[in-house]
């Protein structure tokens, strides 16, 4: 079983919709990330949390939000989708150490 | 704020041959941490290999190797032995060395291409 486990992995959507990504983790970490990957641009930092009482914006985080429900879980949620959210996001967590564990990615398409 | 900078969008090789990827980055701290990920078809992030700035010998995981240059701030990444499966998108990244501060810039990758 994977270690960091995003559902769905893939999703269709309407301009207006809420829709939420989940995230969850075995690993044990406390610091968990949401990244977006669009082509031509990398992944870019929508939020972050190193523990549950603990969110922060990254450097996209406009028309996002999220919540840490648990350790073990990390919710990313669009709450008006509009076209150009539509990007393959990923969640990831970490420990002290500095190498990032990342999910397979949820591909968003936002009509 | 730190960048990182990838210019080639695309580059392709000779199946058994070797190539040379590129990466930039501008920062003013003196610790921090580099990496290389690969991202193949699947999709999935994979760790490639990581530097510490700190440490002057370049980092090595078997056909991977990389060519630190911290006051240039170069960190390139050379694959030896090309592979069919090393075709994928390739992203260098760098995170900031004091704790609390383990997210990744990331820069905008390198597609690459096995030529069989």
């Known amino acids: 079983d994977a270690d960091v486990t995003q559902t769905p992995r893939n999703r269709i959507t309407k301009t207006g919709k809420r829709i939420m990504l989940e995230c969850s983790q075995t690993k044990g970490h406390d610091r968990m990330y949401w990244y977006r990957q669009d082509p031509g641009l990398g992944l870019r930092l929508i939020y972050y949390s190193f523990d549950v009482k603990d969110i922060n914006k990254g450097e996209i985080s406009d028309g996002y939000s999220v919540s840490r429900q648990a350790q073990a879980k990390f919710s990313l949620s669009l709450e008006s989708a509009i076209p150009n959210q539509t990007a393959l996001y990923f969640c990831?967590?970490?420990?002290?150490?500095?190498?990032?564990?990342f999910g397979s990615g949820t591909q968003l398409s936002v009509l | 704020a730190q960048t990182v900078t990838q210019s080639q969008p695309e580059m392709s090789v000779q199946e058994a041959e070797t190539v040379t990827l590129s990466c930039t980055y501008d920062?003013?701290?003196?610790?921090?941490?580099l990496f290389w990920y690969k991202q193949p078809p699947s999709r999935q992030m994979i760790l490639v290999i990581r530097q510490e700035a700190y440490k002057q010998q370049n980092a090595t995981e078997n056909r991977f190797s990389v060519n630190f240059q911290k006051a240039a701030k170069s960190f390139s990444l050379k694959i030896s032995d090309s592979q069919l499966g090393d075709a994928a998108m390739y992203f260098c990244?760098?995170?900031?060395?004091?704790?609390?501060?383990?997210?990744?810039?990331f820069g905008t990758g390198t597609r690459l291409t096995i030529i069989p």
């Open positions: 990831a967590t970490s420990d002290h150490n500095e190498k990032l564990f």
């Open positions: 920062t003013s701290e003196s610790d921090y941490y």
């Open positions: 990244a760098y995170r900031r060395g004091n704790f609390g501060n383990e997210k990744l810039t």
